[in-house]
């Protein structure tokens, strides 16, 4: 009670609504987001020559770099799975109300210099439309791309049956379909990382980990007293 | 030089002896040694023209025999058959054996088709028919003096062991039967056979005993198969990494192994897929298969490119990667032949244009008034298809539409979702032939013989397809036409180095090797194409999306921080 009392007292303790600069991304987030930001890009740039789109990289070492970076991602997803649920941040990714009104900032309010409408928290580091976004990629273009992609690097198993080349057939098409899905959601994800206060500061974000952002009193106190987050003023 | 010299010291009286043999004037015999002894490397119409005739090395030990110290093969003998029965003397059930092979038999009846095959039947697309032509094409038979239907099959004597077994290179068949004038160039001086010589120096087949006849296949070294010629005696590791002769060496029946007498390897009935791969040490003898000793894992499994190659042996057969190019040690293979044009002279004589000049030097010919027109490659990238090891004949009796492409002659059997086809390479053979035009058949002509209806003589086609019909009873109905054919021959030997195998997109890319091949999905090669499309079109939206909305808040932005500051 007494150590409550203090901090509450205490001079260095803005008010309700200051901004504070706290570590919002730890370093596994960040480590998770780099590394499967590289192996993405490795993925991409291998998987569009094995898709005869380019020549740059002769064959057979494209399919060597595309295995293992594939198993490389697939090893930090489950990784990311487990850190997900045993840390609580899965939440993180559930659906909240107010997607329409983010949409409408980005399409309008953003040009004419209105605030964003969702402010991020502690516990709300992604606004809704963000949410929805990384839901799918984790739900449906990731599980598309290392599912099919570990049935076709199994393609021993199943080369015998009568159904192989047309299974072949479905799986090059679904791995296809979702790495256009995975390009264009890069596109996307990139250039929205330059509609922050700077065009640099979402990068630096996610490269230091800190941000700007408004506390309650009790999320400060709370940090305050037991140092569950890393804060720097 | 050594090979040229012994070709111009022939003994005159041998030369006289040889012409007379022949029934033909000292004259023309002059002239032809004359052409023979300035062109000896020319693979002329003496198809066989062997001018290294060393034998290559057998490097599997010491026979348990010395076959010169059997007082039975010290002769005198007067023939072959006189060897054979020295031979069987000891040898008591090899007759027996033999008998049993298709080298003898030249007769093999397909156990799942029932068709009967072999040459002794068989149309195929070079000089079409052995049938009624055994007194030149029967050479190649291993046996002595077939010339006619009425050939001695039971005959033990009539084997020949030598054209086999004979270890000094010195032996030599010649054919059965006399041709026409149109055909007396073959006739070239040789050597006598030594017979007791040759009788002591046996031993197990080297590459140029198989060789004598198989490299020549189709009436010339290298002409049918492409992946046999004359260079397979001695050739280096590129052009064949088994048979490497200055490495591993191997003979043809290494690969090739025998039981009885028997070969593993028919092309009448391929094992196109080898599910068994290695058996115990020394356990396999009924086949020739890669896999029987490189067994179906033959890719390095502990690197991942290993086990992706060892994820194709399902569909691609070895050789597919393995062999290259086929004709790649300096001798052609014939791959287009059109007899239409046979039978042009020039002032009455038959003629040759050799506008072919060949790897090795040697020149080709592009045209023969007794056969046509021919064409030659090398270095050739061979046909692919799916194989499932059947190959399907058309013979005397097919009928065919022939309006509806060429004819098959040996076509195969395989598709790529029958579960046991791979991609195989072949060579294919085009030619356009003489067929029946009345009945849809293909036609067997009389080739050879000194007769006045041999082709090869009168050059009179209707004259000789009406006899070549004739003399096997086959319905004719007196009208022929040209016909365009294949064949096909599937491709296993010239395998080159493991590091000379095809990279990977060779096939896997746009305009590769297997674009003919339709109907699957091969990664690099195929796409979808309105996936591709939608697919661009969502990226390429995305682009031009962000990149049109960074624009407008970079305008728009500064014409309100504009606003505000005033």
């Given amino acids: 009670m007494s150590s409550n009392t203090s901090s ?18 730890t370093r596994y987030e960040r480590f998770w987001h ?22 740059w990289l002769d064959f057979s070492t494209a399919v060597v770099v595309h295995s293992y970076a594939a198993l490389a991602l697939i090893l930090l997803w489950i990784f990311t799975t487990f850190w997900n649920f045993t840390t609580g941040q899965w939440r993180q990714y559930l659906f909240k109300e107010g997607v329409m009104k983010v949409i409408r900032f980005y399409a309008y ?13 502690l516990q709300r580091k992604q606004n809704a439309l963000q949410s929805l976004a990384y839901m799918s990629f984790m739900l449906l273009i990731g599980p598309t791309l290392w599912a099919s992609g570990i049935i076709y690097l199994l393609y021993d198993l ?60 009790a999320e400060v106190a709370y940090i305050e007293e ?3 987050v890393s804060m720097k003023d | 030089m050594h090979k040229q010299a012994k070709l111009v010291i022939n003994p005159r009286i041998l030369a006289c002896l040889t012409a007379f043999l022949l029934g033909i004037s000292n004259q023309t015999l002059a002239d032809t040694k004359h052409t023979a002894a300035t062109e000896h490397d020319d693979i002329d119409m003496n198809f066989r023209v062997i001018t290294d005739t060393k034998p290559s090395i057998r490097d599997d030990g010491e026979s348990t025999a010395d076959h010169s110290k059997f007082e039975v093969l010290e002769g005198p003998f007067e023939h072959g058959p006189e060897v054979t029965r020295a031979c069987l003397s000891c040898h008591t059930e090899a007759g027996r054996h033999f008998m049993k092979s298709v080298h003898w038999t030249w007769e093999y009846v397909n156990p799942e088709t029932g068709q009967i095959l072999g040459k002794k039947h068989l149309i195929n697309t070079f000089c079409t028919n052995a049938r009624g032509n055994e007194g030149m094409c029967a050479q190649c038979h291993a046996g002595y003096g077939w010339k006619d239907q009425h050939y001695d099959f039971s005959n033990q004597d009539n084997i020949d062991c030598l054209v086999c077994h004979d270890r000094t290179g010195t032996y030599y068949k010649t054919p059965n039967s006399m041709g026409n004038k149109a055909c007396s160039v073959m006739f070239e001086g040789k050597q006598p056979i030594q017979w007791a010589k040759v009788a002591q120096s046996v031993g197990k087949p080297g590459r140029e005993n198989c060789g004598s006849c198989h490299f020549y296949g189709g009436g010339g070294d290298g002409v049918k198969h492409g992946d046999l010629d004359s260079s397979l005696k001695s050739p280096n590791r590129q052009l064949d990494v088994h048979m490497d002769a200055g490495g591993l060496n191997f003979a043809c029946t290494t690969c090739h192994v025998t039981k009885q007498h028997l070969w593993a390897g028919s092309h009448y009935n391929v094992m196109a897929h080898d599910t068994e791969g290695l058996g115990l040490p020394g356990e396999r003898r009924d086949v020739a298969t890669c896999e029987s000793c490189h067994g179906d894992t033959p890719h390095k499994k502990t ?12 569909k691609i057969a070895c050789q597919t990667c393995h062999i290259p190019t086929i004709a790649r040690g300096g001798v052609a293979t014939m791959v287009d032949w059109d007899w239409r044009t046979a039978g042009r002279t020039k002032d009455g004589e038959g003629f040759k244009e050799k506008n072919y000049t060949q790897g090795n030097g040697d020149h080709r010919a592009t045209y023969k008034s007794i056969k046509g027109n021919f064409e030659y490659d090398e270095n050739l990238i061979p046909h692919y298809g799916w194989f499932d090891g059947q190959m399907r004949y058309t013979t005397i009796d097919t009928r065919f539409d022939p309006s509806t492409g060429p004819v098959e002659i040996n076509g195969f059997k395989g598709s790529q979702d029958d579960g046991t086809s791979r991609i195989w390479p072949f060579k294919r053979m085009h030619t356009v032939q003489p067929y029946d035009k009345g009945n849809n058949t293909m036609v067997y002509m009389h080739l050879w013989g000194d007769d006045d209806d041999a082709y090869w003589g009168n050059y009179d086609f209707a004259r000789a397809i009406r006899v070549g019909m004739a003399n096997n009873n086959i319905p004719y109905s007196g009208k022929y036409d040209f016909v365009e054919t294949y064949s096909y021959w599937p491709i296993t030997h010239m395998v080159a180095p493991g590091e000379d195998a095809l990279g990977c997109a060779e096939c896997h890319s746009r305009d590769g090797r297997l674009d003919d091949l339709k109907g699957f999905y091969i990664p690099g090669r195929d796409s979808f194409r309105w996936l591709d499309i939608l697919g661009y079109f969502a990226m390429g939206g995305a682009l031009v999306g962000v990149l049109f909305h960074g624009l407008l808040r970079k305008l728009i932005g500064k014409k309100n921080r504009q606003r505000s500051a005033s």
């Fill in chain 1, 34 to 55: 780099w590394s499967q930001a590289l192996l993405i890009f490795t993925l991409f740039y291998t998987g569009l020559g094995l898709h005869g789109l380019h020549d």
């Fill in chain 1, 158 to 217: 199943w080369s015998g049956y009568s159904w192989s080349g047309l299974g072949l057939t479905l799986i090059a098409f679904a791995h296809t379909a979702a790495a256009y899905l995975m390009g264009t959601f890069v596109i996307i994800h990139v250039y929205m990382t330059t509609t922050g206060k700077t065009p640099t500061h979402y990068i630096k974000t996610m490269i230091t980990g800190y941000d700007n952002i408004e506390l309650t009193e």
């Fill in chain 1, 226 to 228: 037991t140092h569950a």
């Fill in chain 2, 303 to 314: 690197e991942l490119v290993g086990i992706k190659l060892n994820g194709h042996v399902d």
């Fill in chain 1, 109 to 121: 309010g953003i040009l004419v210099g209105e605030p964003h409408p969702y402010k991020k928290g």
């Fill in chain 1, 8 to 25: 509450v007292t205490n001079a260095s303790i803005k008010r309700r609504g200051e901004k504070h600069y706290v570590m919002l991304y």
